[in-house]
């Protein structure tokens, strides 16, 4: 009769406890299922071009992983979806062809007169000098606030470092030498070489080697030794200059359809943004590595390697000078921008002088 009372019991605690259970399940709200998403990035790259063209694809990798596969990029190289030049129009707008691009702001001078500062600017901040105004000293909110009228949310995403000044045929030994050249060099330092008496032609990288093999341009900058050896430019060019003068730190954006951020969940908006952080410093650590083994390889097929003569530098400077104060009052935006740019290089440069620049007097 014990072992029946027992069992009774048993059996009660047990139903209670189920019925407990039921309440507390039915009082609790459903979990909403897990939304997958995925995205297309354009980029103005060759396919799986080293530095550049792999960036974009870690990034996505790195989205991917970090979200347990809930925000899928794949990414389409220059062509495949949209030329070089359409990747800021692909991503705007209310319509987007896709949701991400990755390309350099100054190809979008023409639309946006400010857009160059976000990339680098002639005699301008280095790239460690551009992710701290960037990210701490405003530049960053400009950005944002540039771009809002076309629907994009801008980041860094990728920086080559200091690059170099040009591959040319002939000499360069006075200003004059720049006369009548046609050279390919973008943004502002296109504007500077211009106005020094050359042509500046605004075209892909893809296009650069049989352009200048051709003789459609007769000179051109594209990067630095790590992506102008995987090119061959040394193939059909003799002479190649430093420093570049024309782009000291370009800064490589990631562009985003604002809208579409917009109705992500805030953990993979918080995910994107420190991909693009983790992509931002992963490309200058590979073009400081990567342009060392290069240099030497160009240097072993005969290259000629030499520096602007210091008389060509000072002019450019000059006219540098001329073609920023000119954009400022033509435009009010790039004259806010550059502000903030301009001042912000001036303390940077004050600490740099006894820091960095004196650092490197000592090391030598």
């Given at each position: 009769?014990?072992?029946?009372?027992?069992?009774?019991?048993?059996?009660?605690?047990?139903?209670?406890?189920?019925?407990?259970?039921?309440?507390?399940?039915?009082?609790?709200?459903?979990?909403?299922?897990?939304?997958?998403?995925?995205?297309?990035?354009?980029?103005?790259w060759p396919k799986n071009f080293p530095g550049l063209g792999l960036a974009p694809e870690r990034?996505?990798?790195?989205?991917?992983?970090?979200?347990?596969?809930?925000?899928?990029?794949?990414?389409?190289?220059?062509?495949?979806?949209?030329?070089?030049m359409e990747v800021f129009d692909a991503v705007s707008g209310d319509s987007p062809a896709a949701?991400?691009?990755?390309?350099?702001?100054?190809?979008?001078?023409?639309?946006?007169?400010?857009?160059?500062?976000?990339?680098?600017?002639?005699?301008?901040?280095?790239?460690?000098?551009?992710?701290?105004?960037?990210?701490?000293?405003?530049?960053?909110?400009?950005?944002?606030?540039?771009?809002?009228?076309?629907?994009?949310?801008?980041?860094?995403?990728?920086?080559?470092?200091?690059?170099?000044?040009?591959?040319?045929?002939?000499?360069?030994?006075?200003?004059?030498?720049?006369?009548?050249?046609?050279?390919?060099?973008?943004?502002?330092?296109?504007?500077?070489?211009?106005?020094?008496?050359?042509?500046?032609?605004?075209?892909?990288?893809?296009?650069?080697?049989?352009?200048?093999?051709?003789?459609?341009?007769?000179?051109?900058?594209?990067?630095?030794?790590?992506?102008?050896?995987?090119?061959?430019?040394?193939?059909?060019?003799?002479?190649?200059?430093?420093?570049?003068?024309?782009?000291?730190?370009?800064?490589?954006?990631?562009?985003?359809?604002?809208?579409?951020?917009?109705?992500?969940?805030?953990?993979?908006?918080?995910?994107?943004?420190?991909?693009?952080?983790?992509?931002?410093?992963?490309?200058?650590?590979?073009?400081?590595?990567?342009?060392?083994?290069?240099?030497?390889?160009?240097?072993?097929?005969?290259?000629?390697?030499?520096?602007?003569?210091?008389?060509?530098?000072?002019?450019?400077?000059?006219?540098?000078?001329?073609?920023?104060?000119?954009?400022?009052?033509?435009?009010?935006?790039?004259?806010?921008?550059?502000?903030?740019?301009?001042?912000?290089?001036?303390?940077?440069?004050?600490?740099?002088?006894?820091?960095?620049?004196?650092?490197?007097?000592?090391?030598?």
């Amino acid at each position: 009769m014990i072992k029946i009372k027992r069992i009774l019991l048993i059996l009660f605690l047990l139903s209670a406890a189920l019925g407990c259970q039921k309440t507390i399940n039915e009082n609790q709200p459903e979990s909403k299922p897990i939304k997958n998403y995925k995205w297309k990035l354009v980029t103005a790259w060759p396919k799986n071009f080293p530095g550049l063209g792999l960036a974009p694809e870690r990034f996505a990798n790195l989205v991917n992983e970090m979200s347990d596969g809930r925000l899928q990029i794949r990414v389409y190289s220059a062509g495949e979806i949209v030329s070089a030049m359409e990747v800021f129009d692909a991503v705007s707008g209310d319509s987007p062809a896709a949701e991400m691009g990755h390309a350099a702001a100054y190809y979008w001078k023409g639309k946006i007169p400010a857009a160059p500062l976000f990339t680098s600017v002639p005699f301008g901040m280095n790239a460690q000098e551009m992710n701290g105004w960037l990210h701490y000293g405003g530049g960053m909110e400009l950005w944002h606030e540039v771009y809002e009228p076309f629907n994009l949310l801008p980041m860094a995403a990728g920086n080559t470092g200091i690059q170099m000044g040009g591959w040319f045929n002939k000499e360069i030994l006075t200003i004059n030498d720049f006369k009548g050249l046609k050279m390919r060099i973008p943004g502002l330092g296109g504007e500077v070489f211009s106005r020094a008496g050359g042509a500046a032609v605004n075209m892909p990288g893809g296009e650069i080697f049989t352009s200048l093999q051709t003789g459609v341009i007769d000179a051109a900058e594209w990067v630095s030794p790590y992506n102008d050896l995987a090119f061959g430019f040394q193939n059909i060019a003799k002479y190649y200059y430093y420093p570049g003068w024309q782009e000291p730190g370009p800064t490589i954006e990631l562009i985003i359809n604002k809208t579409a951020y917009n109705n992500l969940p805030k953990d993979l908006q918080a995910i994107i943004k420190v991909a693009a952080r983790s992509i931002n410093q992963d490309m200058l650590d590979e073009y400081t590595y990567m342009n060392q083994n290069a240099l030497q390889q160009l240097q072993k097929q005969g290259v000629e390697i030499r520096p602007y003569p210091s008389s060509v530098i000072e002019e450019l400077r000059k006219i540098s000078n001329e073609v920023l104060t000119e954009n400022s009052k033509a435009d009010p935006i790039f004259k806010k921008v550059y502000k903030s740019y301009s001042e912000y290089q001036k303390r940077a440069e004050a600490y740099h002088k006894i820091s960095e620049q004196a650092y490197y007097e000592l090391r030598k």
